[in-house]
């Protein structure tokens, strides 16, 4: 199907919401959400998590999606077009900018879940080893890892070379549904293991005791990493959608989806966790590449089929997780330089997936032969991710809430969410009162927060 300006627009409902599901779920929901809910008490960051969602993630990813539809462009020109000659173009350049950062390091973790599972599949967590030994050694060899996140991209690549239809869309209603699936099996499988009360009792029971402001504020943070808001993904998978996608409640159910995966993961992860004695549910970053395997050894060493199908699943789940992410951020990219250099998709798709992966070699080296290299004390790896999520994610959401509150007409605004009148949006006033003072005044806390921290 296409519109006026002959682009391609996704071609079902089903597909919107996938699309841009798959975009927000990712390895932030399975790997990070549940570090985060380990290292900060548990329930209570759970209930502060769905409140940003609410609050903030909502109304940001709203006004994404509404800069895109109104546009049907790549970011940067989606704010030229919106705001000829005026400096908010920054915002524009700055999402397809950190899009292609993110990649660059999204693609190195992602690779290491392709290992993983590999090793899975290979039986590898039934052996009896050190798993911490074991990462440490597999992240900082020089070849391993790079050669799993280089076939990691390619299979990001192969997806966008084929373009907004037959790849993405395709794809996403294809791997969607099988990492739901995947999800409710793990999540049964879980259940069933001894410790399941424990770690139930542990995600579902708060303690506001740990909720400081800077509890808050992960919360926050991660609400914008997980929804993948202020990078110029949604708002270029938006600019596929067709003139009658409500885009409320495509808001709506994308932030549904991704906080239902998020808060799964923990009851799969939990419960798992849990039924291994001196085992910490705070091990940070380790948790799903030292402390499951771990687990899965205990746990299922004597019924190594299980062992095989729960640790596989487990792998599995966090590439296609993976995958649909970075198919977006690549899109992302890949849109700017179709439009704006004029170059063919099986082109620029190449162009960018080289170049990406060119920065994504000094990530990948930054756990080994580069380690010692560091920029006001992060490694290359831990600067991209600084640069990336903690310094042009939380002003570029800031910017598009100014954007949409205050520059963009309101009657626009209006007719854009309720499709030219067509659908009701009853909360309009909610929703601006919260993009004009709440969401940018939360913004600047969570900024000036990670400036100081
Ligand atoms: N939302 C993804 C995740 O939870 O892993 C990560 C991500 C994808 C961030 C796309 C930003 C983005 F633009």
């Not at 487990?314 to 990219?333: G, I, K, W």
Request: aromatic residues 14%; glycine residues 8%; contains cysteine.
């Amino acid at each position: 199907m296409r519109e006026k300006n002959n682009r391609v627009n996704f071609t079902s409902k089903l597909g919107v919401v996938l699309a841009a599901a798959g975009s927000a779920v990712g390895l932030g929901n399975v790997w990070r959400f549940p570090t985060e809910v380990g290292n900060n008490g548990g329930a209570a960051f759970i209930l502060i998590y769905l409140l940003c969602v609410l609050a903030v993630g909502v109304p940001v990813m709203i006004s994404e999606f509404l800069i895109g539809r109104h546009t049907h462009a790549n970011t940067i020109t989606a704010f030229s077009k919106l705001a000829p000659g005026k400096w908010w173009r920054i915002e524009g350049v700055a999402g397809v900018f950190v899009a292609f950062l993110i990649l660059s390091y999204y693609t190195i973790i992602s690779g290491w879940t392709l290992y993983y599972l590999v090793q899975s599949l290979k039986g590898s967590f039934l052996e009896n080893k050190d798993y911490s030994a074991c990462f440490s050694s597999f992240v900082s060899d020089p070849y391993v890892p790079l050669l799993y996140a280089i076939f990691f991209m390619l299979m990001t690549h192969l997806v966008i070379a084929r373009g907004v239809q037959s790849g993405i869309e395709r794809f996403s209603k294809i791997m969607m549904p099988m990492l739901l699936l995947i999800i409710v099996i793990l999540v049964v499988c879980s259940f069933g293991m001894p410790g399941a009360g424990t770690g139930l009792r542990f995600l579902l029971k708060p303690d506001f005791s740990k909720v400081t402001a800077s509890v808050v504020l992960s919360a926050m943070g991660q609400a914008f990493f997980s929804l993948s808001l202020a990078m110029g993904c949604l708002c270029t998978y938006a600019s596929y959608f067709t003139s009658d996608t409500k885009l409320v409640k495509t808001a709506f159910s994308v932030c549904t989806i991704d906080t239902f995966v998020a808060i799964l993961s923990g009851f799969i992860i939990f419960p798992a966790v849990f039924s291994v004695p001196n085992v910490n549910p705070d091990e940070g970053p380790g948790l799903v590449f030292v402390t499951l395997p771990h687990v899965f050894n205990i746990a299922f060493h004597s019924v190594p089929i299980l062992g095989y199908l729960f640790s596989g699943l487990f792998y599995l789940l966090l590439l296609l997780a993976a995958l649909t992410s970075a198919m977006s951020l690549h899109e992302s990219v890949t849109a700017y330089v179709i439009e704006s250099w004029g170059v063919p998709r099986n082109r620029a798709a190449f162009l960018v997936s080289v170049s990406c992966m060119a920065l994504g070699v000094l990530c990948c080296l930054s756990f080994g032969v580069l380690s010692d290299f560091t920029v006001c004390g992060l490694t290359i790896f831990g600067l991209f991710d600084f640069c990336a999520s903690k310094i042009i994610m939380p002003v570029g959401g800031l910017i598009i809430c100014l954007f949409t509150g205050w520059y963009l007409d309101r009657k626009m605004v209006y007719n854009e969410l309720t499709n030219e009148g067509t659908v009701t949006f009853r909360l309009f006033r909610v929703y601006l009162f919260l993009v004009r003072y709440v969401v940018p005044f939360a913004i600047a806390l969570i900024f000036i927060n990670e400036l100081l921290g």
